[in-house]
């Protein structure tokens, strides 16, 4: 399934349980996936046309009625493009709206570099008060959906939209403020999330075939980040590797080392977008371009073990 | 009127007070405002100064936030808080930040400062309304200047769109803004055009400082089946004479120990009249 046919599915359900619920669009409802709502919830789905800072503050105003608005649009539209709206008439005015960026990253592909966003995150993270979550599945999304209404503040979902294969299963228990953990190992501790949650499960392939078994967590929850799971793995492995499809400022590498600077500093390599800008380009070859796949991972892993402190 | 016109005095003496106590402030654009506050909550506003939060309330949304102190002195006029927390304008730990904020300050219905997002989220919550059908009315107040943001004219169009006709907006046309006036700065007119080609209906108040005239201008925006928008022709710092000559440096300024008696003295002088 779709990860925006996830998101409508689960929209759906949740709106025809809480009529306090509205979603409202910046003229990217189809590609978003979100057109059947507008004509199920007609009231309660609209369009603002193509004006972002606008949806924002009409969001802002409808939850201090008493709504629950979801805002969507591309994550770089999300995010940097309505960052101040964001900052003052959502979270600094303490508004309950959830912002929807979707196609984030390299995900963005032949949208090019005006509309991957490499710095959302990063935009956003200095913000007070707002969680950012980053699923990796349509089973994670779902699961997410109905916390992050009940969760009574911002919350940014920065989600790939299209067809992409599941990590989790339905059986599993999932947290919106604890990580996940995909495999338990000593040798190092790969933090990971989004799309490259995929790549990294490819890269461990080849670590296993060497023997290195890693400690693999996913951190969907970028803020607040789930503190003791990360350092009960770095206190088991003394080694870190982060992977991120964002830029390594301002992302997972940089909550995790402002987190793990003060509290237990350890030996630490990245994979993510080393400050560049983006490019038009399929997501395999962007991968490829930016240092992004699995092999980079593997090559990383190995150098960061060496280095590991215990 | 007469009435409503001796409480703008005491509205403006309060102003005075207020920002007199820090010795700076806003004080141009909330002395041009006085008037369409006070014939707001004194014949229009649908609110319960003892449930500022009451369901299905009349609403209003001050986007140029920097008019908090006129905002507050007529909020505690009506009996939201104590006159007594003007005093503590901008003090540590206040209510009455500079910039309206609607989790700080009784009676405020949104957090407002940086300019334009306020009338967005002004259009929301008359949205709102419309979904809830409550039947309240939703007021705003924008600033000429701050009609140079892009916001504005986005949230026009959507009120235009969603046929918002419990959306009632005034601009506090001063004609002035930090940098100059508005004509050097960046030049509007002909505004009222401009509303009307966006899908509103316009009034055009000639005295922005005439209860009278305010007063009717509401009246028929409640009866328009569109969003209107008020356009005030205000004077900037009016009513107190070394505000009003201070011209577009009034925005925020320095008021001294004598600044202050001097304008008390008129504004007393005023009441007693």
């Given at each position: 399934m779709e990860m925006r046919q996830a998101l409508a599915k689960e929209l759906d359900r949740l709106m025809e349980i809480n009529p306090n619920i509205v979603v409202i669009d910046a003229d990217l409802s189809k590609p978003n996936g979100l057109m059947a709502l507008k004509k199920k919830y007609p009231e309660r789905a609209f369009d603002v046309g193509i004006a972002e800072q606008n949806m924002a503050s009409i969001a802002a105003g409808m939850s201090s009625y008493g709504f629950i608005p979801f805002i969507n649009t591309f994550t770089p539209f999300a995010t940097r493009r309505i960052c101040d709206q964001i900052a003052i008439s959502i979270a600094y005015a303490k508004q309950n709206v959830k912002i929807i960026g979707t196609d984030p990253g390299i995900s963005a592909e032949y949208n090019g570099g005006t509309h991957m966003s490499f710095e959302d995150i990063g935009v956003l993270r200095s913000i007070p008060d707002i969680v950012i979550f980053e699923p990796v599945d349509t089973v994670q999304l779902s699961k997410a959906m109905p916390q992050i209404l009940d969760y009574n503040g911002p919350v940014y979902i920065r989600m790939f939209r299209k067809e992409i294969s599941n990590i989790f299963s339905k059986e599993e228990q999932f947290s919106l403020f604890s990580t996940s953990n995909l495999q338990k190992g000593n040798d190092l501790s790969i933090f990971c999330s989004g799309l490259m949650v995929q790549e990294t499960m490819k890269a461990n392939e080849e670590l296993s075939k060497i023997g290195i078994k890693a400690d693999i967590i996913n951190v969907h929850t970028l803020k607040p980040l789930d503190k003791p799971s990360i350092l009960k793995s770095v206190k088991k492995t003394g080694a870190v590797l982060t992977v991120e499809n964002h830029n390594v400022i301002g992302g997972l590498k940089s909550a995790i080392c402002e987190f793990l600077m003060e509290e237990y500093p350890v030996p630490l390599k990245s994979i993510g977008i080393n400050d560049k800008f983006g490019q038009v380009g399929k997501i395999d070859y962007l991968k490829k371009i930016y240092k992004m796949q699995a092999e980079d991972i593997v090559k990383a892993a190995v150098e960061i073990k060496s280095k590991r402190k215990n | 009127?007469?009435?409503?016109?001796?409480?703008?005095?005491?509205?403006?003496?309060?102003?005075?007070?207020?920002?007199?106590?820090?010795?700076?402030?806003?004080?141009?654009?909330?002395?041009?405002?006085?008037?369409?506050?006070?014939?707001?909550?004194?014949?229009?506003?649908?609110?319960?100064?003892?449930?500022?939060?009451?369901?299905?309330?009349?609403?209003?949304?001050?986007?140029?936030?920097?008019?908090?102190?006129?905002?507050?002195?007529?909020?505690?006029?009506?009996?939201?808080?104590?006159?007594?927390?003007?005093?503590?304008?901008?003090?540590?730990?206040?209510?009455?930040?500079?910039?309206?904020?609607?989790?700080?300050?009784?009676?405020?219905?949104?957090?407002?400062?940086?300019?334009?997002?306020?009338?967005?989220?002004?259009?929301?919550?008359?949205?709102?309304?419309?979904?809830?059908?409550?039947?309240?009315?939703?007021?705003?107040?924008?600033?000429?200047?701050?009609?140079?943001?892009?916001?504005?004219?986005?949230?026009?169009?959507?009120?235009?769109?969603?046929?918002?006709?419990?959306?009632?907006?005034?601009?506090?046309?001063?004609?002035?803004?930090?940098?100059?006036?508005?004509?050097?700065?960046?030049?509007?007119?002909?505004?009222?055009?401009?509303?009307?080609?966006?899908?509103?209906?316009?009034?055009?108040v000639k005295n922005g400082h005439d209860c009278n005239e305010i007063d009717s201008a509401i009246r028929f925006a409640k009866f328009s089946n569109k969003p209107t928008m008020i356009i005030l022709h205000t004077i900037k710092g009016n009513g107190i004479s070394f505000a009003e000559s201070a011209g577009v440096d009034s925005h925020s300024m320095q008021v001294n120990k004598e600044l202050l008696a001097k304008a008390m003295e008129e504004l007393e002088k005023a009441i007693i009249d």
């Open positions: - | 009127m007469l009435k409503l016109d001796k409480e703008c005095r005491i509205i403006r003496k309060l102003i005075l007070k207020t920002i007199g106590t820090l010795g700076v402030g806003h004080i141009g654009g909330s002395l041009s405002i006085v008037e369409a506050l006070v014939v707001l909550y004194a014949n229009h506003m649908n609110c319960d100064p003892q449930n500022p939060k009451m369901a299905g309330r009349d609403r209003l949304i001050v986007s140029k936030g920097h008019s908090g102190p006129a905002v507050y002195s007529v909020l505690a006029r009506k009996g939201y808080f104590s006159e007594d927390w003007l005093l503590t304008l901008n003090q540590p730990g206040t209510n009455l930040p500079s910039h309206c904020d609607m989790n700080l300050t009784p009676g405020i219905d949104m957090t407002t400062g940086s300019l334009g997002q306020g009338f967005s989220c002004a259009a929301g919550i008359a949205k709102a309304s419309k979904i809830r059908n409550d039947g309240a009315t939703i007021y705003a107040i924008i600033g000429d200047g701050e009609s140079q943001e892009g916001q504005i004219w986005e949230a026009s169009m959507f009120a235009s769109q969603h046929k918002l006709d419990n959306l009632i907006a005034f601009t506090d046309y001063n004609k002035m803004q930090i940098d100059g006036t508005i004509d050097e700065i960046c030049a509007l007119e002909p505004l009222d055009a401009k509303w009307r080609a966006f899908g509103w209906d316009v009034v055009v």
